[in-house]
């Protein structure tokens, strides 16, 4: 038996731990495009504030892997599944067979239509590593940094770079701030602290248009900045799975045991659209938490 896990992610380590829970002796080849094991997404923030280290953030620790006998491809990229075949083709040329398949290709930043984005030199999004390690490079004292997006994302973002710049301004078409996780209240509360920081909102607003250096506004407001981030949200990765036949509405249908509607696949984490219990429907739950445990579930029904 071969087990192969598309992504080092979350989803990758409850689906690892899950299997070898049913299952000790087969292999396990985990594939995933970053040069890093998987670690924890939303520490990127406390990096940039120099509050933790690459090290400290790894979900779990180096002999993870030895101790549960994963073979690691790491930089490498999947191009295609052939769920007849069994195989998997990577960018390189190469080719990976199969038993059992676990797809956890987790989420991308969305990048939103805007006029005149690509005049924007400095742009960047928030939600790898690579990413943080990007604008950390790119941040001085005297940044002035625009972020399109008052959610989670944006405002760690922000959190991560305040004591980095001279200023940080948010717009957001939101009536307020983090509205997916606060009430109004909340929401109010949190606005408040981050203004006194010094963080300055313009909600109920979008960007018209961009011009090197300056963000024109649909209320008429002009912004001057040097740095742009772009942290409206996530989309799933599901091209992979759309282009094998395996059916997707806005992530991959999954079932109570993760299974895909192709034999033998299995999808868990942002890129997968699992049950929800509390509405009876599926839906899209992108939660470090739900990630581990769709993994999990996903590993002990591919071992089961």
């Known amino acids: 038996m071969h087990y192969v896990l598309i992504g080092n992610s979350i989803a990758s380590t409850g689906c690892i731990e899950g299997i070898r829970k049913h299952d000790v002796q087969a292999q396990i080849t985990v594939i995933g495009d970053e040069s890093y094991h998987c670690y924890a997404r939303p520490l990127i923030s406390y990096l940039l504030q120099e509050k933790t280290t690459v090290e400290k953030m790894a979900y779990r620790c180096e002999e993870f892997y030895e101790k549960h006998k994963v073979k690691i491809l790491s930089n490498s990229k999947v191009s295609t599944i052939n769920p007849t075949k069994k195989d998997l083709s990577l960018a390189d040329g190469s080719k990976v067979g199969y038993d059992k398949l676990l797809i956890a290709t987790g989420s991308s930043a969305f990048i939103p239509p805007m006029k005149h984005l690509e005049r924007v030199k400095h742009q960047f999004t928030f939600m790898t590593l690579a990413d943080a390690k990007a604008l950390n490079e790119a941040l001085t004292k005297n940044s002035k940094v625009l972020i399109i997006g008052a959610g989670l994302i944006g405002l760690k973002c922000a959190e991560g770079i305040l004591k980095k710049v001279q200023s940080i301004e948010v717009v957001d078409l939101a009536n307020r701030i983090l509205p997916s996780i606060l009430d109004e209240e909340g929401s109010n509360r949190v606005q408040a602290h ?30 001057d900045f040097d740095l742009l981030v772009i942290a409206v949200g996530v989309k799933p990765n599901v091209e992979l799975a759309k282009n094998a036949g395996i059916e997707v509405e806005r992530g991959i249908l999954i079932d109570h045991q993760c299974r895909t509607s192709c034999a033998d696949v299995y999808a868990a984490g942002d890129c997968a659209q699992g049950w929800e219990l509390t509405t009876q429907t599926r839906r899209m739950l992108p939660l470090l938490g739900n990630a581990f445990m769709q993994g999990e579930c996903a590993g002990a029904n591919m071992a089961g």
Do not use: M, P, R, Y
């Open 194 to 223: 981050l203004e006194e920081e010094g963080i300055t909102f313009h909600l109920q607003d979008s960007v018209a248009q961009f011009e090197e250096g300056k963000a024109f506004l649909a209320s008429q407001k002009v912004l």
